[in-house]
Structure formats: C-alpha cells, structure tokens
C-alpha cells in the first residue's frame, strides 16, 4: 500500500470510532428512551433490498428490530475471586425476584443470561431508565451492576463481541494475536479464557499480543486489561496491515563453546482479525449512522480490510485459525473480502 492509502485508513478508522465497542458506561446502557429511533435511510434501504441480505418477505420485519434499542450485556469475570458467588446472586437472586414479580404483572423478563455463552457468565437486560424507577428489584439491580462493574467482577460488552474469541477455540498453549484489538473487550475475555483453563496457582503457556494502529486507544487497552493482573499480555501499537515479523527463541545449545540462538519467526495458533469498518451494524445502539450513512462508508474500506486480513493470514501457523470480523452487514466488508 502506499503511504496515501495507509493515512486514509487510519483517517476512516479515527471517523468509525463511536460505532466500535465503548467504554463500559453502565448508566447509559438502559436508557432506551433515545431520540430518533424513527430515522431512516432510503440509500440504506435500496442499497441492502439488492444485497439480498435478508429475504423479501422478512424486510419489514427487519427494519423494525434495527429500530429498537439494543438489550444491554455484561459477563462475569470468569478468572475473578466472586465469580461462582456473583453468578449465583444473578441466578438465585435476581432472576428468581424478578419471575416472582413478572407472573404477577405479566411482564417479560428483564434480565436473562445468552444461552450460548457457557457456565452462564454472559447475560442482558432490556429495561428503561423510566422501570428502574418504578421497580426496586431492577433498581437494586443497577447499583449492583455498577458495583461490581467499577471493581472489576463484571465488565460491559455486546452480546455480538463476545462471539469472535469463542470462534477461535483458544486453548492455555496458545500465542493469540489480536490484530485491531481496542479497545480491549474481546482481548480481556481472550486473555480469561486462557487462564482459565490453567492449572490453579500456574500460569498458563499462551500468550495474548494485542495491536492496535492508535496509541491512544492502544492506552485504552492497557487499562481496559490490567485488572487481570496478568503477565500473558503484550501490547502493541502497530499499523495492523504492517505488523512486523517478530523472532521466537527456540533453544539454546553450547558447541564449539559457542553460544548458537536458532530464531524461527514467530507464528500465532490463533488469530482475532476484527477490522475497521462502516459499523452499519450498530444502528440499534448508534442511531447517528441513520443520518450519515451512505454505501461509499463500507465499501471504500474493502482494500484496507483486504491487507489487513492477508496479513493475519501470514502470521498464522499452518494448522492455526483466524476469525475475521467486523460490525457491518456490509458483503463487500464481509464476504466480499473473505471471498479475495
């Protein structure tokens, strides 16, 4: 790529920040009283309507959920101290109060754990300022969920984000590269689920090096992860299409009284490629994007999403898996580039 190319991909990623994961924000998590969740786009619609990315008969239906508000989601830090209390609070406390109150009001539940997360560590919620107000149980809730988001027990994620790592099938041995990695929610359930299989009171063998073009988020990152207090961390800040080849030291051997250092580059078991793009696929939580959106956003990153995909691939042992991912519906940033 030329150096034109490069600084136009680091300008559309600084412009797509708001539509990544952010900061956990608990507070403005349950609000779904926001304005303007009635925009809509007709660019948008005749563009996706000949991308076929639903079918005919559920477009209606489609429009309509990217109109409501996102549920919000949380997991439990797998690897802390309170986790097997804090989830049993979230089963045997809450979830059971508020069934107790939905059988007499006929409401639906408002906190429920993601079935497909394992050991019921990941959950959502669904409910509005305006009910937590109205509902001590929902209301007891949130301090709860604040508490021990602000101390680390718990941390604030999309449902949708936590999916890529559990692609990966990471394993305590493996070295794991996250390639556009803050602002650092999927590198922490990365960096868990490799201790987690650990033996207690060892550390594991894998290693988790997660990158990012910007130092300012790299920063970011290194706050969002230093609460595991773990040693299987590197940070990098690297251009992702341009990080470089790092050496691995194998073994050490005495000949000749000569010291010899065979280095092998160093290969990933695992890579996370979860590129810059449009976000379109945020506009439950990001209902900006209605207003602003136009088909040049997604499909004039394709290139940069290409380079970037390529050069996971490079770094990935033989026998090794990447996941690459983004936020878009977009086939020219999704299919498209897997497809190149």
């Not at 412009?15 to 900061?23: C, F, G, H």
């Not at 201790?195 to 990012?212: C, F």
């Amino acid at each position: 790529m030329g150096r034109g190319r490069q600084h136009r991909g680091r300008s559309k990623r600084n412009q797509l920040e708001d539509s990544k994961e952010n900061v956990p924000k608990p507070l403005k998590s349950f609000d779904s009283n926001i304005q303007n969740r009635n925009w809509s786009n007709l660019d948008f619609e005749e563009y996706y309507k000949e991308q076929r990315i639903v079918k005919a008969e559920e477009w209606d239906s489609f429009m309509e959920i990217l109109r409501k508000p996102l549920p919000a989601a949380f997991r439990v830090y797998s690897n802390g101290q309170f986790c097997d209390e804090i989830r049993s609070i979230l089963e045997n406390d809450f979830v059971k109060s508020l069934q107790a109150e939905a059988v007499e009001s006929g409401e639906l539940e408002a906190i429920k754990p993601l079935p497909w997360y394992p050991k019921n560590l990941a959950w959502h919620s669904n409910f509005s300022r305006k009910e937590i107000r109205k509902n001590q149980t929902l209301e007891r809730f949130h301090e709860f969920l604040k508490l021990e988001t602000e101390v680390g027990n718990m941390t604030r994620q999309e449902a949708v984000s936590m999916l890529p790592p559990l692609f990966l099938d990471v394993h305590p041995d493996h070295f794991v590269l996250d390639m556009c990695a803050a602002p650092g929610s999927k590198t922490f359930q990365l960096l868990e689920i490799i201790h987690e299989s650990a033996e207690p009171g060892s550390l594991p063998n894998g290693m988790v090096v997660a990158n990012d073009v910007d130092y300012k988020r790299s920063n970011l990152l290194i706050h969002q992860t230093k609460r595991t207090c773990t040693t299987n961390l590197i940070v990098t800040n690297n251009e992702g299409q341009h990080f470089p080849n790092c050496n691995s030291k194998r073994d050490l051997s005495t000949a000749s009284e000569m010291y010899h250092h065979p280095i092998d580059q160093l290969l990933f078991d695992r890579v996370l490629c979860d590129v810059p793009c449009s976000g379109d696929g945020t506009l439950r939580k990001a209902p900006g994007i209605w207003r602003r959106w136009n088909s040049g956003s997604g499909n004039g990153l394709h290139s940069l999403q290409v380079v970037l995909a390529m050069r996971g691939l490079s770094l990935l042992k033989v026998g090794g898996r990447m996941i690459y991912s983004t936020c878009s519906m977009n086939p020219i940033e999704d299919e498209a580039v897997v497809a190149e």
